[in-house]
């Protein structure tokens, strides 16, 4: 069945380091693929997507890009900030209307 | 303003009892789902329902049961059935022809 693998966490960095959190997938057919924020006591929100291969998804300065070679779909920014302190979940979509999450990886920016 | 709406926030149960988490979405969505998420893990789907009136399980419905009679509400009941009910409830809803899952606050359920 269709799965999804991310880096354990927690990844403990300090503001204005790089971030990169790894998430490699399992699926059949072309999924599309998702990452998701959750902040403290609250639900997931949308940060980024990608449909397709080679895509790029961007959003407030995070990036992944869909690797259909390495099925791998992993997140970067360039310069975190203390309010990028969160977890954050891959997750994919392939046939159907379920989607697939990885564990979740949790992120504390220190000042 | 649209939004998903979970009520209520916190939730504390004595064991034994049924309890109904309450899921609201006014974005005209078709699709409306349950998640479950214990501490330090990823969401594990409950149920999921894509029309009025009909829902499948998912992956973990054994001890839930939900109903879909209107477009906009999709409940969840926690019967006790449910052997390890303390948990954070997530809904989330999909627009027909779209990829992503749209959340809402979420519901921490505690049995005491």
């Known amino acids: 069945g269709d799965s999804v693998t991310q880096m354990e966490g927690p990844v403990t960095l300090s503001e204005e380091a790089f971030l990169t959190i790894n998430c490699t997938y399992t699926?059949?057919?072309?999924?599309?693929l998702f990452w998701y924020v959750q902040y403290p006591g609250e639900g997931l929100q949308l940060l980024l997507k990608a449909t397709k291969a080679d895509d790029k998804g961007s959003n407030k300065g995070f990036e992944a890009t869909y690797r259909k070679e390495t099925t791998s779909f992993h997140l970067e920014k360039g310069s975190v900030q203390v309010s990028d302190s969160a977890v954050y979940f891959c997750a994919l979509k392939a046939a159907g209307n379920k989607l697939t999450f990885g564990g979740g990886t949790r992120v504390l920016v220190k000042p | 303003d649209g939004g998903i709406t979970q009520s209520p926030k916190y939730l504390f149960r004595k064991e034994g009892q049924n309890v109904t988490l309450s899921c609201e979405q006014n974005?005209?969505?078709?699709?409306m789902y349950w998640y479950r998420q214990d501490p330090g893990q990823g969401l594990r789907l409950i149920y999921y329902s894509q029309i009025v009136n009909d829902f499948q399980k998912g992956d973990i419905a054994e001890g839930y049961s939900v109903s879909r009679e209107k477009k906009e509400s999709f409940p969840l009941t926690v019967t006790s059935a449910q052997k390890n009910p303390t948990a954070f409830y997530l809904c989330a809803s999909t627009p027909s022809g779209y990829n992503e899952q749209f959340f809402g606050p979420g519901t921490r359920l505690t049995v005491l």
């Open positions: 699926a059949t057919g072309y999924p599309s």
């Open positions: 974005l005209n969505h078709d699709a």
